[in-house]
C-alpha cells in the first residue's frame, strides 16, 4: 500500500534498489547531495546533478525535463553516506518560471524497480522558492527511510547548497545552471502543449501542513522565560535546543530554548555549528554547538540485524561522537528530534483530514438538492469514515514510531552517566567525584501530550551559558492542588537538587555555590547544602547580607573582565578564585534595594561569560512593582518550574513540550551521600 506523506513524515523503505520518480508539470532540474552521519555533505563530489549526473549508488538526470526518474541502489552508497537528499531546481534564463509558487505544485514518489509506489509526497506551500528539498532517504539504526521535506529556498540553487555547508556552493550551482543551457541548446524544440485533457494525472494536493519541521543541518536543551499569562516559551531542548542554549528573549513573545533536542533536520543529530533561529524560507537547523564532526575510533556499538520486516534492536550509544558520553548525548537529541517529528507528522495528519471532511461535507451542504435524504446522510457517512480511516492511519504509523522511541528510551536510560541520569538512576548510587566537567546536565524530562510515557531528558551545556529562573508563581499547568506557599517550597526544592547537580558533577573545587535567603524563609529546603558544608559561606540573610555577597560577586566579575580586555586574563590578584560561581537568590525581591536589583540584573547579563552563573527562585508577580525595569532580568534567564508545565515551545515544529524537573524519589537519600562526597572531596582538595 502506497503511503501518501506531508511534510515531515518518514517511511520505511522495504528494498533497497529504488526509483524517485519527479513530475513537476514545468521543466526542472533534479540532483540529489549524498550525507555522512553527520548530516555533512563532504564536497562537490558527493552532488550528483545534470553535470555529473552518476555517483556510486546514485543516478540522477542530464537535462531538465518535466518528468524525471532517478535511480538509487542504497547497498551501493559508500559505507560513510547516510543520507540521500533530493533536489529539485527551476532553470533560469529559460523563459520558463521562476518560482514554483507559479506552478502546480511537484509530485515525487519512491517506487520499486517494478514501478510499484513505496511512498509519494506532493509538494505544496510554495511561493517565491526556485529551489526546494524534495525528500530525503536516510539510515537510522540500519534501517533505510524516506521522509518528506519541502523546504524551499527563495535564493536558488545556490541557498540550497550553501545550507548543506558547501563552502563552494554558488560556483556549483553556476555550473549545474551551465549544463543544463548546454542540454537545452543541443535538445530539439519543445512538442506544441498538449490539450486540457491530455495532461497527466496529477494527484490533489494536500493542504500545507502546520509548523513546517523540515531537514536542516541542527535539539538538546530547552530554555524558557514567558511568564503564567503568556503563551508557550519556544525552546530547541537541545545544544543550550533541551540541549543546550537558550537565548534570551523577551518575556512578552515566545521565548527561544535550544534541546542543546540541537536545533530544527535530519534523522540523526547532527554535531556541526550552532543553531540559527528560522528565517522566512529559511532552513530548520537542529544541530547543537561546538561539537566534532566526525568520531574516531572505536567506532560506536552497532545494534543485531533486525529480523526481515522489523527495525533494529536499539542501542545504546550508537550515535557518533568522541567519546560515549557525547555519543549517549547525540543520541538522546535524535531521540528528541524523532518523538518531534513523528508528532507533528500525525498532528498535521489529523489536520489534513480534518480540513478535507470538512470541504467534502460543505461541498454536500451547497447543493440544496443534497441537504435532505437519503443521498446527502450517505455522502456525510462517507465523509466521516474517510476521516475516521485517514485518522487511524496517522495513528498507526505515530504508534509505531512511538514503540521503537520507548524501546530506545528503555536502553538508553539506564546507560546514562550521572549528569545526564535521573536521580532515581542506580548511577548515583555508585557516583565518584568527577576529575572533569561533562558536555551537558540534566535539568529535568520532557514529553508531548500524544505520548506522555515516552520522556525525553532535557540536557543543557556545561558551562552554562545562561541563567536559571525556577518560576514559584502559579500557572496554567501547575498542579491546581498546590497552593502558593506549597508552589514556594517546591520551587526551592528544585533549585536545591539542580545546585547539588551542578556540584556534583564538577571537579572538587571548580564550582562554589552562594545563598541569598534574605529572611530565612528557605532553611529547611536549604538544609541539605548548609549541612554537608558545600557552600560557600552560610546563606546571607538581611539586607548587609545581600549587599555583601552582591557585591563580591560584582567585583569578582568586573576583575575577570577587565582582565580579559585588557589581555591580561593571567595576571589576577593573588589567590583569586577561578571556580565557577553560582548564586542562588531565593524569595526575591524581599531584601533588595534599587542598588541591590542593578547589581543582580549585571550579574545575570555578564556573569555568565566570567563563570557566574544565577538561579531566581521567584514568582515575577511578587516583583511587579519594578514594572518594565525587570523585564531584561527575566529575559536573560531559562525559565523552569517545579511542576509539569508546558511553557516550552519549539519554534521548529509548533510543539508546546511539557518540562517535569528531576526529582529526588521521596524518602531516598541519595542527594545527602551525593553532597557527602563532594564536600569531602572538596576538604581534601583543599589541604
Known amino acids: 500500500m502506497t503511503a501518501e506523506l506531508v511534510r515531515g513524515q518518514n517511511h520505511p523503505l522495504p528494498e533497497v534498489r529504488l526509483e524517485i520518480r519527479v513530475s513537476a508539470g514545468t521543466p526542472v532540474v533534479a540532483g540529489a547531495t549524498l550525507g555522512d552521519e553527520q548530516g555533512r555533505v563532504r564536497g562537490v563530489e558527493w552532488v550528483a546533478h545534470p553535470g555529473a549526473p552518476t555517483l556510486p549508488g546514485l543516478e540522477v538526470s542530464k537535462q531538465a525535463a518535466a518528468d524525471h526518474r532517478l535511480a538509487v541502489d542504497l547497498e551501493a552508497l559508500s559505507p560513510s553516506v547516510h543520507r540521500v537528499i533530493v533536489l529539485l531546481a527551476l532553470p533560469p534564463g529559460t523563459g520558463g518560471p521562476v518560482r514554483?509558487?507559479?506552478?502546480?505544485?511537484?509530485?515525487?514518489?519512491?517506487?520499486?524497480?517494478?514501478?510499484?509506489?513505496?511512498?509519494?509526497?506532493?509538494?505544496?506551500?510554495?511561493?517565491?522558492?526556485?529551489?526546494?528539498?524534495?525528500?530525503?532517504?536516510?539510515?537510522?539504526?540500519?534501517v533505510w527511510k524516506v521522509r518528506a521535506v519541502g523546504q524551499g529556498y527563495a535564493g536558488g540553487l545556490a541557498e540550497l547548497l550553501t545550507d548543506q555547508g558547501l563552502p563552494e556552493a554558488r560556483q556549483l550551482a553556476g555550473s549545474i545552471h551551465e549544463a543544463v543551457a548546454q542540454g537545452l541548446a543541443r535538445s530539439v524544440a519543445a512538442p506544441p502543449p498538449r490539450l486540457p485533457d491530455a495532461g497527466r494525472p496529477r494527484q490533489t494536493a494536500s493542504p500545507t501542513p502546520g509548523p513546517?519541521?523540515?531537514?536542516?543541518?541542527?535539539?538538546?536543551?530547552?530554555?524558557?522565560?514567558?511568564?503564567?499569562?503568556?503563551?508557550?516559551?519556544?525552546?530547541?531542548?537541545?545544544?543550550?535546543?533541551?540541549?543546550?542554549?537558550?537565548?534570551?528573549?523577551?518575556?512578552?513573545?515566545?521565548?527561544?530554548?535550544?534541546?542543546?533536542?540541537?536545533?530544527?533536520?535530519?534523522?540523526?543529530?547532527?554535531?556541526?555549528?550552532?543553531?540559527?533561529?528560522?528565517?522566512?524560507?529559511?532552513?530548520?537547523?537542529?544541530?547543537?554547538?561546538?561539537?566534532?564532526?566526525t568520531a574516531p575510533p572505536p567506532p560506536p556499538p552497532t545494534a543485531p540485524p533486525a529480523q526481515p520486516g522489523q527495525p533494529s534492536q536499539p542501542v545504546a550509544g550508537d550515535a557518533t561522537g568522541w567519546s560515549m558520553d557525547e555519543r549517549l548525548y547525540n543520541q538522546v537529541w535524535g531521540m528528541f528530534e524523532d518523538l518531534a517529528r513523528t508528532t507533528a507528522a500525525y498532528r498535521s495528519a489529523v489536520d489534513f483530514a480534518e480540513s478535507r471532511m470538512e470541504q467534502e461535507l460543505d461541498k454536500v451542504l451547497s447543493d440544496p438538492r443534497s441537504r435532505i435524504?437519503?443521498?446527502?446522510?450517505?455522502?456525510?457517512?462517507?465523509?466521516?469514515?474517510?476521516?475516521?480511516?485517514?485518522?487511524?492511519?496517522?495513528?498507526?504509523?505515530?504508534?509505531?514510531?512511538?514503540?521503537?522511541?520507548?524501546?530506545?528510551?528503555?536502553?538508553?536510560?539506564?546507560?546514562?552517566?550521572?549528569?545526564?541520569?535521573?536521580?532515581?538512576?542506580?548511577?548515583?548510587?555508585?557516583?565518584?567525584?568527577?576529575?572533569?566537567?561533562?558536555?551537558?546536565?540534566?535539568?529535568?524530562?520532557?514529553?508531548?501530550?500524544?505520548?506522555?510515557?515516552?520522556?525525553?531528558?532535557?540536557?543543557?551545556?556545561?558551562?552554562?551559558?545562561?541563567?536559571?529562573?525556577?518560576?514559584?508563581?502559579?500557572?496554567?499547568s501547575h498542579?491546581?492542588?498546590?497552593?502558593?506557599?506549597?508552589?514556594?517550597?517546591?520551587?526551592?526544592?528544585?533549585?536545591?537538587?539542580?545546585?547539588?547537580?551542578l556540584l556534583a558533577v564538577y571537579p572538587p573545587g571548580d564550582f562554589g555555590v552562594h545563598v541569598i535567603d534574605p529572611a530565612g524563609a528557605g532553611a529547611s529546603a536549604l538544609a541539605p547544602l548548609v549541612q554537608a558544608g558545600v557552600l560557600a559561606g552560610p546563606p546571607a540573610a538581611g539586607a548587609a547580607g545581600v549587599a555583601d555577597v552582591l557585591g563580591r560577586l560584582t567585583q569578582r566579575v568586573d576583575l575577570v573582565h577587565m582582565a580579559v580586555r585588557g589581555g591580561a586574563a593571567d595576571s589576577l590578584p593573588p589567590g583569586f578564585d577561578t571556580a565557577e560561581q553560582l548564586l542562588i537568590v531565593n524569595d526575591f525581591p524581599h531584601g533588595f534595594d534599587d542598588r541591590a536589583v542593578?547589581?543582580?540584573?549585571?550579574?545575570?547579563?555578564?556573569?555568565?561569560?566570567?563563570?557566574?552563573?544565577?538561579?531566581?527562585?521567584?514568582?515575577?508577580?511578587?516583583?511587579?512593582?519594578?514594572?518594565?525595569?525587570?523585564?531584561?532580568?527575566?529575559?536573560?534567564?531559562?525559565?523552569?518550574?517545579?511542576?509539569?508545565?508546558?511553557?516550552?515551545?519549539?519554534?521548529?515544529?509548533?510543539?508546546?513540550?511539557?518540562?517535569?524537573?528531576?526529582?529526588?524519589?521521596?524518602?531516598?537519600?541519595?542527594?545527602?551521600?551525593?553532597?557527602?562526597?563532594?564536600?569531602?572531596?572538596?576538604?581534601?582538595?583543599?589541604?
Open 212 to 293: 513546517d519541521q523540515t531537514h536542516g543541518t541542527t535539539p538538546q536543551g530547552v530554555s524558557g522565560n514567558t511568564s503564567p499569562t503568556q503563551g508557550p516559551q519556544t525552546t530547541s531542548p537541545y545544544g543550550t535546543s533541551p540541549y543546550g542554549d537558550s537565548g534570551a528573549r523577551d518575556a512578552s513573545r515566545p521565548d527561544h530554548a535550544s534541546a542543546q533536542h540541537g536545533g530544527p533536520a535530519p534523522a540523526d543529530p547532527p554535531t556541526g555549528t550552532p543553531p540559527a533561529p528560522p528565517t522566512a524560507g529559511g532552513p530548520v537547523d537542529y544541530t547543537h554547538p561546538g561539537r566534532q564532526t
Open 598 to 687: 542593578t547589581q543582580l540584573r549585571y550579574l545575570a547579563d555578564e556573569g555568565p561569560a566570567v563563570g557566574v552563573h544565577l538561579m531566581m527562585v521567584a514568582d515575577r508577580q511578587d516583583a511587579a512593582a519594578y514594572g518594565p525595569l525587570l523585564d531584561p532580568l527575566w529575559r536573560s534567564l531559562m525559565r523552569l518550574t517545579p511542576t509539569p508545565d508546558d511553557h516550552l515551545a519549539d519554534p521548529w515544529v509548533g510543539h508546546a513540550w511539557t518540562y517535569e524537573p528531576s526529582r529526588v524519589p521521596p524518602g531516598s537519600r541519595v542527594l545527602q551521600q551525593v553532597l557527602t562526597q563532594v564536600a569531602e572531596a572538596r576538604r581534601s582538595w583543599n589541604r
Open 100 to 142: 514554483f509558487g507559479a506552478v502546480a505544485a511537484p509530485f515525487v514518489a519512491v517506487t520499486g524497480l517494478d514501478g510499484t509506489e513505496v511512498a509519494s509526497y506532493t509538494i505544496t506551500g510554495l511561493d517565491a522558492e526556485s529551489a526546494v528539498v524534495a525528500l530525503v532517504l536516510y539510515r537510522r539504526q540500519g
Open 479 to 501: 498542579d491546581s492542588l498546590a497552593d502558593s506557599d506549597e508552589l514556594r517550597g517546591l520551587a526551592l526544592d528544585t533549585a536545591v537538587a539542580l545546585a547539588a547537580r
Open 373 to 476: 435524504g437519503g443521498q446527502g446522510d450517505a455522502a456525510r457517512e462517507a465523509a466521516r469514515a474517510k476521516h475516521a480511516e485517514l485518522v487511524d492511519q496517522a495513528r498507526v504509523a505515530l504508534d509505531r514510531d512511538l514503540a521503537q522511541l520507548r524501546a530506545e528510551v528503555d536502553v538508553v536510560e539506564p546507560a546514562l552517566p550521572a549528569a545526564f541520569a535521573s536521580w532515581d538512576n542506580p548511577v548515583w548510587h555508585g557516583y565518584r567525584v568527577p576529575m572533569e566537567i561533562p558536555m551537558a546536565l540534566r535539568l529535568g524530562d520532557l514529553h508531548l501530550p500524544e505520548s506522555e510515557d515516552v520522556r525525553i531528558p532535557m540536557l543543557v551545556r556545561l558551562p552554562l551559558e545562561r541563567g536559571l529562573w525556577i518560576d514559584s508563581g502559579p500557572s496554567g
